[in-house]
């Protein structure tokens, strides 16, 4: 009898307590709620008489565990406002994905609370200061805070200043269960003993700080971070990324300011292209955009900084961004060949000839930058232009791809297909023509017209097949059909093997279907290419290992 009330007893007391805890845990998402501007109204659902918050948008729930909250996922939902501390009494959450959103403010630290945070991502948004440096937020990198610019901390390898313009000391604090939870008061004595301290260095610093400034200006200290540099007076922003730029900002700015008709390399679909040469003869490319972008420039820096964080050797590095009163500029690693266009096309006289393996090597530099940015970019990055003026070679024949993520960044929905065709009429798939909207399988048709470049040496709007009505693709087929490989070939290129031109053409043919779902895709194309085209004897070598 009296065993059994004990149990009635404490049955009920087990509800009570998972009620109560599953109260508190719907009410800190309310609370988190509240400090959210849902604009597109994605959290409708969360409401405040629900019998479960586990079933609301963007939650899921520890099974069987009071119902305490696993995962928040709301990536891409237009949320604004800023994280409510409140998240920390989440203690059990695992995954926090609020990426692509406009949320600003700062990281709470209160997060570190939640000791079983594993995933994280709270990638391009507006977060601005120092990302907390304790507990379970240490085990982050950068990945999880790309795409705000006003971020720093040691995760995203910036170090934050103090309004004075002094790197702080990030605080390395050791975990609770390393070092021993120190006593309140042992914490009391120790906070007030660094803010003495703090402040004490804080007023000998500005003086010295005073003192140097008026002899040498800020703006002499080295790069070696991705820096952010305003200038008061005007609008003028410079931000670097890589962070290995050896120049001051008011170095760089006053080279970009100087740069003039003379320095011109180009120009294209987004601007014109400058030639600029630092003292120390370093050299860079800038591209002065003259298209207006349609988001703030908040925005357009934000999504700069993702393709600035891109790093990949057949890509060219984008080095810095600067905005000036007047204009904005693209800093980008100066590629002194120039484009595949110039040496294919081009009857420039110190042209050089490509010959099959430099063709060869082309192709493979291009597919593995463009598998890169298709497959191992998170956001992925759909190129939109592949076209031989966007292939940069260097001293060794080594492809660059330029210009990805431009066209995301600088052309609106609206205008996308005008704008696009008319620089690269021959390279577009079909169905991208069409409905203006690029994919993954439309590079890959552009890839594939690359290749037929680089067989041929002719444009794709090369007149003697446009005149008869087709593009290359087309020609190419007829001249299969009618089994003419020979006239197929660039004449300029005399050593081409028959063995790996006829795997190039027929990749070209795959890469170009009609069909963009029977295209490979870029990792597939690479796939081929290393096996076939790149192993010196691949059918031997298979053969050989075949017989063990
Ligand atoms: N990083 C660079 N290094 C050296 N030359 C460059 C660099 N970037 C661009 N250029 C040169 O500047 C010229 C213009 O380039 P840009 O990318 O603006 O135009 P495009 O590729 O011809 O057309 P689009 O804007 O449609 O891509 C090209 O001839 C190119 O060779």
Redesign the pocket.
């Given at each position: 009898m009296n065993f059994s009330f004990v149990n009635i007893w404490s049955t009920r007391n087990k509800i009570r307590f998972e009620n109560s805890i599953r109260q508190i845990s719907g009410m800190t998402l309310l609370e988190i709620k509240s400090t959210l501007n849902d604009t597109k109204n994605v959290l409708s659902n969360w409401q405040q008489f629900d019998e479960s918050h586990c079933a609301w948008t963007g939650i899921s729930c520890h099974p069987g565990d009071e119902q305490r909250v696993r995962s928040i996922n709301l990536p891409y939902m237009q949320l604004g406002g800023i994280i409510s501390p409140s998240i920390g009494k989440l203690s059990r959450l695992q995954r926090l994905a609020l990426h692509q959103n406009s949320l600003h403010g700062t990281i709470p630290n209160e997060l570190t609370n939640c000791t079983e945070l594993r995933a994280l991502n709270l990638s391009t948004n507006f977060f601005s200061g120092e990302i907390p440096d304790i507990g379970v937020l240490s085990t982050f990198d950068k990945n999880s805070f790309v795409g705000n610019v006003d971020l720093c901390g040691r995760q995203v390898q910036k170090p934050c200043r103090t309004s004075l313009g002094f790197p702080v000391v990030l605080p390395h604090a050791e975990s609770d269960e390393a070092a021993g939870k120190p006593s309140h008061y042992m914490k009391g004595v120790l906070i007030g003993a660094m803010a003495i301290l703090g402040l004490a260095l804080v007023i000998i610093l500005s003086f010295l700080w005073t003192r140097l400034l008026s002899k040498k200006e800020r703006a002499a200290k080295r790069y070696t971070e991705v820096k952010k540099q305003a200038d008061p007076k005007a609008s003028t922003k410079l931000i670097t990324f890589h962070g290995d730029l050896p120049y001051t900002s008011s170095e760089i700015i006053e080279k970009l300011e100087s740069l003039d008709e003379e320095d011109i390399?180009?120009?294209?679909?987004?601007?014109?292209?400058y030639?600029m040469v630092m003292n120390d003869c370093g050299t860079f490319?800038v591209?002065q955009i003259d298209r207006s972008c349609e988001g703030s420039d908040q925005v357009f820096e934000r999504e700069l900084e993702i393709l600035g964080s891109i790093n990949h050797i057949n890509l060219?590095n984008l080095r810095g961004y600067c905005r000036l009163p007047s204009s904005r500029l693209l800093i980008?690693?100066?590629?002194?060949i120039?484009?595949l266009?110039?040496l294919l096309h081009e009857n420039t006289r110190q042209r050089q000839l490509l010959n099959w393996s430099d063709r060869l090597k082309i192709a493979l530099g291009s597919a593995q930058g463009l598998a890169y940015l298709h497959h191992e970019c998170s956001p992925k990055v759909v190129h939109c232009?592949i076209?031989s003026?966007?292939i940069?070679l260097d001293e060794n024949m080594e492809p660059h791809i330029?210009?990805f993520g431009l066209a995301k960044l600088l052309v609106d929905e609206e205008a996308h297909v005008t704008t696009v065709v008319a620089?690269?009429f021959g390279y577009l798939a079909p169905e991208y023509l069409q409905s203006g909207r690029a994919t993954e399988k439309s590079d890959v048709y552009s890839f594939g017209v690359l290749l037929l470049e680089l067989v041929t040496g002719k444009r794709p709007t090369d007149p003697s097949f446009v005149k008869r009505g087709l593009n290359v693709v087309g020609w190419m087929n007829t001249l299969l059909r009618e089994n003419r490989l020979e006239d197929v070939v660039d004449k300029r290129c005399t050593d081409a093997d028959a063995g790996t031109l006829e795997v190039i053409l027929e990749l070209a043919a795959r890469c170009t279907d009609g069909n963009a779902d029977d295209r490979p895709s870029m990792n597939q194309v690479l796939q081929l290419l290393e096996q076939e085209v790149m192993s010196p004897c691949p059918s031997e070598f298979y053969e050989s290992h075949s017989d063990h």
């Amino acid at each position: 009898m009296n065993f059994s009330f004990v149990n009635i007893w404490s049955t009920r007391n087990k509800i009570r307590f998972e009620n109560s805890i599953r109260q508190i845990s719907g009410m800190t998402l309310l609370e988190i709620k509240s400090t959210l501007n849902d604009t597109k109204n994605v959290l409708s659902n969360w409401q405040q008489f629900d019998e479960s918050h586990c079933a609301w948008t963007g939650i899921s729930c520890h099974p069987g565990d009071e119902q305490r909250v696993r995962s928040i996922n709301l990536p891409y939902m237009q949320l604004g406002g800023i994280i409510s501390p409140s998240i920390g009494k989440l203690s059990r959450l695992q995954r926090l994905a609020l990426h692509q959103n406009s949320l600003h403010g700062t990281i709470p630290n209160e997060l570190t609370n939640c000791t079983e945070l594993r995933a994280l991502n709270l990638s391009t948004n507006f977060f601005s200061g120092e990302i907390p440096d304790i507990g379970v937020l240490s085990t982050f990198d950068k990945n999880s805070f790309v795409g705000n610019v006003d971020l720093c901390g040691r995760q995203v390898q910036k170090p934050c200043r103090t309004s004075l313009g002094f790197p702080v000391v990030l605080p390395h604090a050791e975990s609770d269960e390393a070092a021993g939870k120190p006593s309140h008061y042992m914490k009391g004595v120790l906070i007030g003993a660094m803010a003495i301290l703090g402040l004490a260095l804080v007023i000998i610093l500005s003086f010295l700080w005073t003192r140097l400034l008026s002899k040498k200006e800020r703006a002499a200290k080295r790069y070696t971070e991705v820096k952010k540099q305003a200038d008061p007076k005007a609008s003028t922003k410079l931000i670097t990324f890589h962070g290995d730029l050896p120049y001051t900002s008011s170095e760089i700015i006053e080279k970009l300011e100087s740069l003039d008709e003379e320095d011109i390399v180009g120009s294209g679909g987004f601007g014109t292209v400058y030639r600029m040469v630092m003292n120390d003869c370093g050299t860079f490319a800038v591209k002065q955009i003259d298209r207006s972008c349609e988001g703030s420039d908040q925005v357009f820096e934000r999504e700069l900084e993702i393709l600035g964080s891109i790093n990949h050797i057949n890509l060219v590095n984008l080095r810095g961004y600067c905005r000036l009163p007047s204009s904005r500029l693209l800093i980008y690693d100066y590629l002194a060949i120039g484009s595949l266009d110039d040496l294919l096309h081009e009857n420039t006289r110190q042209r050089q000839l490509l010959n099959w393996s430099d063709r060869l090597k082309i192709a493979l530099g291009s597919a593995q930058g463009l598998a890169y940015l298709h497959h191992e970019c998170s956001p992925k990055v759909v190129h939109c232009n592949i076209k031989s003026s966007n292939i940069l070679l260097d001293e060794n024949m080594e492809p660059h791809i330029s210009d990805f993520g431009l066209a995301k960044l600088l052309v609106d929905e609206e205008a996308h297909v005008t704008t696009v065709v008319a620089g690269t009429f021959g390279y577009l798939a079909p169905e991208y023509l069409q409905s203006g909207r690029a994919t993954e399988k439309s590079d890959v048709y552009s890839f594939g017209v690359l290749l037929l470049e680089l067989v041929t040496g002719k444009r794709p709007t090369d007149p003697s097949f446009v005149k008869r009505g087709l593009n290359v693709v087309g020609w190419m087929n007829t001249l299969l059909r009618e089994n003419r490989l020979e006239d197929v070939v660039d004449k300029r290129c005399t050593d081409a093997d028959a063995g790996t031109l006829e795997v190039i053409l027929e990749l070209a043919a795959r890469c170009t279907d009609g069909n963009a779902d029977d295209r490979p895709s870029m990792n597939q194309v690479l796939q081929l290419l290393e096996q076939e085209v790149m192993s010196p004897c691949p059918s031997e070598f298979y053969e050989s290992h075949s017989d063990h």
